[in-house]
T-cell receptor, first 112, second 113 residues
Framework: AQSVTQPDIHITVSEGASLELRCNYSYGATPYLFWYVQSPGQGLQLLLKYFSGDTLVQGIKGFEAEFKRSQSSFNLRKPSVHWSDAAEYFCAVTSGTYKYIFGTGTRLKVLA | GAGVSQSPSNKVTEKGKDVELRCDPISGHTALYWYRQRLGQGLEFLIYFQGNSAPDKSGLPSDRFSAERTGESVSTLTIQRTQQEDSAVYLC???????????FGPGTRLTVT
């Protein structure tokens, strides 16, 4: 069955530290992959997406993600976290249709 | 420009009552989606509208759930005879035809007591 796993429910990092949020997927077809961020009281905002080509994709707010087919992963990274990055992050996958499969999310806390 | 808006932002209702949740998509977006987000879980697809095509209702969890959309504008998600397990945040999103990028509203937090 198709699925997306975000193994870390909560992550806490200090401001200025690097960040990596994990995402693993199980998908038969070539996946289209997304990372969304949800701030408190806000809707989800697209950070970045991968369809094909270069496996390292750049997104907004200084985020990047790397698609690794051999590991079925699409981890999100940021070299230096800001306090405003505290939010919940969702990984999602689709085969190119409108039906996304979302992970359960990772809540990021940033320490001053 | 204006984003996707949803109302109400919060709704508390008694078990057994009916509720209506509203979504105003971004103007010009032909596609509209409803999702349910239960506490500690990912987003669960409910229904998809694309223009005047028949909606994809495959994600609706029971016949107590229904949704309508007027043309390419407002959509209403109705939950009849609410149950406690219906408590969740209901998110609406819209997108341009042929686009994979969905724009989300802030959601409606539904609490069934």
């Amino acid at each position: 069955a198709q699925s997306v796993t975000q193994p870390d429910i909560h992550i806490t990092v200090s401001e200025g530290a690097s960040l990596e949020l994990r995402c693993n997927y199980s998908y038969g077809a070539t996946p289209y992959l997304f990372w969304y961020v949800q701030s408190p009281g806000q809707g989800l905002q697209l950070l970045l997406k991968y369809f094909s080509g270069d496996t390292l994709v750049q997104g907004i707010k200084g985020f990047e993600a790397e698609f690794k087919r051999s590991q079925s992963s699409f981890n999100l990274r940021k070299p230096s976290v800001h306090w405003s990055d505290a939010a919940e992050y969702f990984c999602a996958v689709t085969s190119g249709t409108y039906k996304y499969i979302f992970g359960t999310g990772t809540r990021l806390k940033v320490l001053a | 420009g204006a984003g996707v808006s949803q109302s109400p932002s919060n709704k508390v209702t008694e078990k057994g009552k009916d509720v209506e949740l509203r979504c105003d998509p971004i103007s010009g977006h032909t596609a509209l989606y409803w999702y349910r987000q239960r506490l500690g879980q990912g987003l669960e697809f409910l229904i998809y509208f694309q223009g005047n095509s028949a909606p994809d209702k495959s994600g609706l969890p029971s016949d107590r759930f229904s949704a309508e959309r007027t043309g390419e504008s407002v959509s209403t998600l109705t939950i009849q005879r609410t149950q406690q397990e219906d408590s969740a945040v209901y998110l609406c999103a819209s997108s341009l035809r042929g686009s994979d990028e969905q724009y989300f509203g802030p959601g409606t937090r539904l609490t069934v007591t």
